[in-house]
C-alpha cells in the first residue's frame, strides 16, 4: 500500500525556517515525480516544489524561488521542503504527493483533478506570524 506521511509543520515568525519531511512506503521515491502542494484558507490548491519523473528536473512555484528547497533521500524514502525566509503568505496546509508529473504543479496545467491523481500525504500546517 503506497502511503505518504508528511510532518514538519508549525509556527514561525515572518523571515524564520521549517522543514517538512514525507516518509514515503510502498514505493521507491527515485521511481516517479514527488513534491509538495499547498493550499491556503479560502484558496485553491497552488503546486509549490517537485523533483523526478520524466521530466527529471526540479521545479518551483514563482513565489517560492530562491527561498525553498526540494530534496530527497531515496536510501531512507524521504523527501524534504527547506523553507527559508518565510512569509505570511506562504501559510497554508502543505501536502506531499506523488506520481504527478511536475508539469502539473504549474498554474499553467494544474487543475481541479489533479488532486484525485497519485497519492497524498494527510498535509502539514504551517503558519507564519507576521
Known amino acids: 500500500e503506497v502511503q505518504l506521511q508528511a510532518s514538519g509543520g508549525g509556527l514561525v515568525q515572518a523571515g524564520g525556517s521549517l522543514r517538512l519531511s514525507c516518509a514515503a512506503s510502498?514505493?521507491?521515491?527515485?521511481?516517479?515525480?514527488v513534491g509538495w502542494f499547498r493550499q491556503a484558507p479560502g484558496k485553491e490548491r497552488e503546486g509549490v516544489s517537485c523533483?523526478?519523473?520524466?521530466?527529471?528536473?526540479?521545479y518551483y512555484a514563482d513565489s517560492v524561488k530562491g527561498r525553498f528547497t526540494i530534496s530527497s533521500d531515496n536510501a531512507k524514502n524521504m523527501m524534504y521542503l527547506q523553507m527559508n525566509s518565510l512569509k505570511p503568505e506562504d501559510t497554508a496546509v502543505y501536502y506531499c504527493?506523488?506520481?504527478?508529473?511536475?508539469?502539473?504543479?504549474?498554474?499553467?496545467?494544474?487543475?481541479?483533478?489533479?488532486?484525485?491523481?497519485?497519492?497524498w500525504g494527510q498535509g502539514t500546517l504551517v503558519t507564519v506570524s507576521s
Open positions: 504527493a506523488a506520481d504527478i508529473p511536475c508539469t502539473y504543479y504549474s498554474r499553467d496545467y494544474y487543475n481541479v483533478e489533479v488532486p484525485r491523481w497519485g497519492s
Open positions: 510502498g514505493f521507491a521515491l527515485g521511481d516517479t515525480a
Open positions: 523533483i523526478g519523473g520524466p521530466d527529471d528536473g526540479a
